[in-house]
T-cell receptor, first 111, second 117 residues
Framework: RKEVEQDPGPFNVPEGATVAFNCTYS??????FFWYRQDCRKEPKLLMS???SGNEDGRFTAQLNRASQYISLLIRDSKLSDSATYLC????????????FGIGTKLQVIP | GAGVSQSPSNKVTEKGKDVELRCDPI?????LYWYRQSLGQGLEFLIY????????KSGLPSDRFSAERTGGSVSTLTIQRTQQEDSAVYLC???????????????FGSGTRLTVV
């Protein structure tokens, strides 16, 4: 089993739709969780951290389910500008902060 | 500087030559990573530095690859006897190295695009 697994997609959704991505991880001791966004031919950029209580930033909601070892990202009211690859990042167990990036899920929002 | 700086931004080299890629992390960040990303592929972990600890080199694909981090700041990734399959974007990222619920994540440089011809 891979350390971090994501569906690579692509997810093609119409503007205004709600879309959700899941990411599963294998190390139950992981402490740090993030979603990153990567635009074509650009470096990844932090979208949001994922906390145990879940967190929301505008149209974006991230959740952590430790029991089932997955994190999720929900995007409401999709915009054309949301088209990108969304990378799940997990790591930081036992004081050692090495993280593992998922392969990313490609989202294409269509007019 | 305000962000992670990488140089050069682009490098074209002949097969068999050595190359050095440089990363200047955010001041005060103790953790530094090197990744590479081939066209259309995911991020591939290469090496991780954390403070004064021994680096995690488990991702280096062969002994042609090496990296060092001097004075806990600037890092250099060296590829010897480059091969065409080394062509990729090499990304550096740094972070505060803090583990826990509040974690501000990793900031990436804009990468070095290496082309081996």
């Amino acid at each position: 089993r891979k350390e971090v697994e994501q569906d690579p997609g692509p997810f093609n959704v119409p503007e205004g739709a709600t879309v959700a991505f899941n990411c599963t991880y294998s190390n139950s001791a992981s402490q740090s969780f993030f979603w990153y966004r990567q635009d074509c031919r650009k470096e990844p950029k932090l979208l949001m951290s994922v906390y145990s209580s879940g967190n929301e930033d505008g149209r974006f909601t991230a959740q952590l389910n430790r029991a089932s070892q997955y994190i999720s990202l929900l995007i409401r009211d999709s915009k054309l500008s949301d088209s990108a690859t969304y990378l799940c990042v997990v790591g930081g167990s036992g004081g050692y902060q090495k993280v593992t990036f998922g392969i990313g899920t490609k989202l294409q929002v269509i007019p | 500087g305000a962000g992670v700086s990488q140089s050069p931004s682009n490098k074209v080299t002949e097969k068999g030559k050595d190359v050095e890629l440089r990363c200047d992390p955010i001041s005060g960040h103790t953790a530094l990573y090197w990744y590479r990303q081939s066209l259309g592929q995911g991020l591939e972990f290469l090496i991780y530095f954390q403070g004064n600890s021994a680096p995690d080199k488990s991702g280096l694909p062969s002994d042609r690859f090496s990296a060092e981090r001097t004075g806990g700041s600037v890092s250099t990734l060296t590829i010897q006897r480059t091969q065409q399959e080394d062509s990729a974007v090499y990304l550096c990222a740094s972070s505060t190295g803090v583990v826990g619920e509040v974690n501000y994540g990793y900031t990436f440089g804009s990468g070095t695009r290496l082309t081996v011809v």
